[in-house]
């Protein structure tokens, strides 16, 4: 079932556990991951972002492509669809398209035009409907050139955003997307507990969270984060299960080139991803 992430992070943040933004890239992607929300009994988030999107064909065959194939395998969980870090035109084209939840990331923008556009967007998307994230710009995460800490978010500038009725706030704290170097200095979860004091109950996001220790995600889940993203993750088991496969040369034996073969190992994986992930962030029965 399609619908805006309000609910589901609203439950999550009284039920202390948290939802999964699991972004997708094609078919078998989508497939994965609502086949194991809908086994697991968890709701979740599909991501996409705006290079995605265009992969795909467009916000638009992804909408449809995700509507009828939530319709059509039955799912009965609750799924929202997303726009992943959207620039303020690529959340007007996906509330056109008719995603059910987008993130406008006006994080590189000055306060008061991110503000701004924050504003107005909000507003569009609540008179449709559709839930919003927000995310405000951090400092730091860069010493010496080295990056060892991630980007850290001001409390105020975090209950700013906050205060204009956004569904979920993204706010840096220490959290860094891709590969986290090695000495990476960790969550700090004493600007978490400050942001969420500003903002009280409303559902807090951690990006980048393919590379966090689970203990750590958690805790930040504990201190009022709701949605979790994962997008590396599944794209490094993907291609490890996908490589194997050929190497093991089985693209070779029989039909094993048919693309419903040679995709199916990378597929399981993705789940296998998943399953783990859902039980990190405590969501299954959940939905
Ligand atoms: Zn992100």
Same mark, same amino acid.
């Given at each position: 079932?399609?619908? !805006? ?13 948290? =939802?999964? &933004?699991?972004?997708i890239n094609n ?14 009994? !968890? ?5 996409v972002s705006e290079g995605a999107g265009k992969y795909m064909g467009g916000?638009?065959v992804v909408?449809?492509?995700?509507? @009828? ?6 799912? #009965? ?28 990331? /006006? ?29 405000? /710009? +951090?400092?730091?995460?860069?010493? %010496? ?14 209950? &700013? =955003? ?8 993204? @706010? ?23 942001? &969420?004091?500003? #903002? ?7 990006? /980048?969270? !393919? ?5 750590? =995600?958690?805790?930040?889940? +504990? ?11 599944? &794209? ?5 299960? #996908? ?12 039909? /094993?080139? %048919? ?14 991803? =998943? ?6 962030? +405590? ?5």
């Amino acid at each position: 079932m399609i619908v !805006s992430a309000k609910e589901m992070l609203e439950k999550a943040v009284e039920g202390h556990y948290g =939802v999964g &933004q699991f972004n997708i890239n094609n078919l078998e992607w989508t497939k994965a991951i609502l086949l194991t929300c809908e086994e697991l009994k !968890s709701p979740a988030i599909l991501g996409v972002s705006e290079g995605a999107g265009k992969y795909m064909g467009g916000f638009k065959v992804v909408a449809a492509m995700v509507k @009828a194939m939530d319709e059509s395998l039955g799912i #009965t969980v609750p799924i929202a669809l997303h726009l992943d870090h959207g620039t303020y035109e690529g959340a007007k084209a996906c509330i056109e398209a008719g995603f059910s939840s987008i993130m406008f990331d /006006g994080s590189s923008l000055p306060i008061d035009e991110n503000v701004a556009k924050a504003k107005e967007l909000v507003e569009i998307c609540h008179s449709k409907g559709i839930s919003i994230e927000c995310e405000v /710009g +951090g400092i730091g995460g860069e010493e %010496d050139g080295v990056v060892s800490s991630g980007e850290c978010a001001d409390p105020e500038e975090a209950a &700013q =955003v906050a205060g204009l009725g956004v569904d979920m706030l993204a @706010a840096g704290i220490g959290n860094i997307h891709g590969k986290y170097p090695d000495n990476w200095a960790g969550l700090q979860f004493d600007v978490l507990e400050k942001i &969420q004091e500003k #903002t009280g109950k409303l559902p807090l996001v951690l990006h /980048g969270g !393919s590379g966090i220790p689970d203990e750590q =995600v958690k805790k930040a889940i +504990g201190l009022g984060v709701a949605k979790v993203n994962v997008n590396t993750e599944c &794209q490094l088991a993907f291609a490890a299960a #996908t490589r194997k496969y050929i190497e093991e040369g089985k693209d070779l034996e029989g039909k /094993g080139f %048919d693309p419903r073969k040679l995709l199916a190992p990378g597929t399981e994986a993705i789940k296998d991803v =998943v399953r783990d992930r859902i039980a990190c962030f +405590g969501s299954a029965n959940k939905a």
